[in-house]
C-alpha cells in the first residue's frame, strides 16, 4: 500500500500572497486520491532539528535564515521569509527523514513537500531553504544505514544546491533532467558539469530545449534508468518536479498529462524508492501527481 507523509504544517509552507508556490495543492492531492477510491495510510513526520539540518548547512547560514526569518527579510527575492514558512521547513526535512525511512522498509511512499534542491550548504533561494533530501541521505549515511544514494531530479529546474552538495562526492550519483539552463533559472546544469574529484562522473545533467515534448523527455529518461542498476544504490529519492507540464507557468517544456502516469510506470518496480513533490505551479499539479500514482502503483 502507498504511504503518504504528511503533516498540517507542511501548508505553513509559503511566500505570501500572489506567490507562484501554492501548499495547498497537497491538500487536494489527498482529496483526489480519495475521490479517486486509491488506498494509502498516511505516516507523520517530526519535526527535523538543528543537528539535522546541519549535516549539509553550515552552521552560518542556519543563523542567517533564523535571523532573516525573525526580521521578516528574505533568502532571495523569491524566496521571502514568510510567516510559518520556516516551521514548515524544518517539517518538510523531517518528512523526507521519514520517507526514506519508509522506503527502505518496503514502503512506496511519497512526501508532497520535498526535493528543494536550490538549496547550497550556504545558501538559499528559487524557494528552498532547507536541502531536504540531502539531509535525509546525509543522516542515514551517518547512522550506516545506508552507504550510497542515487538521485533523480526530474523537475523542469536544474538541481544546482544538490548538484553542489554532492559534487566531490562518489557516495551520491545525482542526475537531473531539466530544461536547458541557457533559458531557464538557476542558470547551471550543464552536461559537461559531471562532477569533480573523486565524484567526477557521478553528476549527470540532460538539458533539454524549450518545448521538447513528452516522447522526447521519456526517451532521455529512458537512456539514464539503466545507471540505477550499474550503481546499485540503497536508496532513491526520486524528485518529481510536474513543471515540465506544457502549461506550467513558470517553464517551457511540453509534456502531457498522461506522460506523468508513463513516467511512474518508469519507477513501478524500483526498491528503496522514496518520492518527493516538488516543482509544479499550474492548477493542474495535484492531477499531474495523481496520473504519476496510477503509474507507481500499477500492478
Not at 507523509?5 to 508556490?21: A, C, D, I, Q, T
Not at 514558512?85 to 514502503?107: K, M, P, Q, T
Not at 546499485?232 to 509534456?255: A, M, N, R, S, W
Request: some cysteine; aromatic content about 12%; hydrophobic content about 35%.
Amino acid at each position: 500500500m502507498l504511504k503518504i507523509v504528511w503533516s498540517e504544517e507542511y501548508l505553513k509552507y509559503k511566500f505570501g500572497p500572489n506567490h507562484p508556490f501554492w501548499p495547498e495543492r497537497g491538500r487536494v492531492f489527498l482529496d483526489l486520491i480519495d475521490e479517486a477510491g486509491l488506498r494509502y495510510d498516511l505516516a507523520e513526520p517530526e519535526k527535523a532539528s538543528d543537528s539535522d539540518v546541519l549535516l549539509v548547512h553550515v552552521q552560518g547560514y542556519l543563523d542567517g535564515v533564523k535571523k532573516l526569518y525573525q526580521e521578516g527579510g528574505s533568502l532571495s527575492p523569491d524566496t521571502p521569509l514568510y510567516s510559518g514558512v520556516l516551521e514548515a521547513a524544518y517539517y518538510s526535512v523531517g518528512g523526507s527523514i521519514l520517507a526514506a525511512r519508509l522506503a527502505l522498509s518496503g514502503e512506496k511512499v511519497i512526501n508532497p513537500l520535498g526535493g528543494w534542491h536550490h538549496a547550497k550548504t550556504a545558501r538559499g533561494g528559487g524557494f528552498c531553504i532547507f536541502a531536504d533530501h540531502a539531509i535525509a541521505i546525509r543522516k542515514l549515511q551517518q547512522e550506516s544505514v545506508i552507504e550510497k544514494a542515487m538521485v533523480f531530479d526530474l523537475d523542469a529546474h536544474a538541481g544546482n544546491g544538490t548538484q553542489e552538495i554532492f559534487y566531490s562526492d562518489p557516495a551520491v550519483f545525482n542526475i537531473s533532467l531539466h530544461q536547458d539552463p541557457h533559458t531557464l533559472y538557476p542558470g547551471t546544469g550543464f552536461a559537461h558539469q559531471r562532477g569533480q574529484g573523486e565524484g567526477k562522473g557521478f553528476n549527470l545533467n540532460v538539458p533539454l530545449s524549450p518545448g521538447a515534448t513528452g516522447s522526447r523527455y521519456l526517451e532521455e529518461l529512458d537512456s539514464v534508468l539503466p545507471l540505477r542498476g550499474e550503481y546499485q544504490p540503497d536508496l532513491t529519492f526520486l524528485i518529481l518536479g510536474v513543471d515540465t507540464y506544457k502549461e506550467d507557468p513558470l517553464t517551457q517544456l511540453g509534456l502531457e498529462e498522461d506522460d506523468y502516469f508513463k513516467i511512474g510506470k518508469r519507477f513501478n518496480e524500483f526498491r528503496n524508492l522514496a518520492v518527493l513533490f516538488a516543482g509544479g505551479y499550474s492548477k493542474k499539479t495535484p492531477e499531474l501527481w495523481l496520473n504519476f500514482i496510477r503509474g507507481l502503483m500499477l500492478k
